[in-house]
């Protein structure tokens, strides 16, 4: 019985760190968006429109997705580009 020795000895890298160059991105790109919004917030409460409250969820979203890309650059940092390498089954 022969085995398939094509994959022995090769690496799978992750690409973790492209995921996590595309999370900043983003992330600061909905924080940026959503800086009207915040700052309207106040005078349109003032006017008794509180369908703008409804708007806050972008700037929410941008800030737990950047603590995310956080968790994700710490993650990274700490333990690098991971490989998992193939060894050969003998059958």
Known sequence: MQTDSGMAGRAIR???RSGTIATWVIAVLLCAVSVPVVLAVQSELAKGNTLVLL????????????LYALRLTASNLQFGR???ETTPIRA
């Open 14 to 16: 992750d690409n973790s």
């Open 55 to 66: 708007g806050l969820v972008f700037p929410l979203t941008g800030v737990l997705l950047a």
């Open 82 to 84: 991971l490989a998992f």
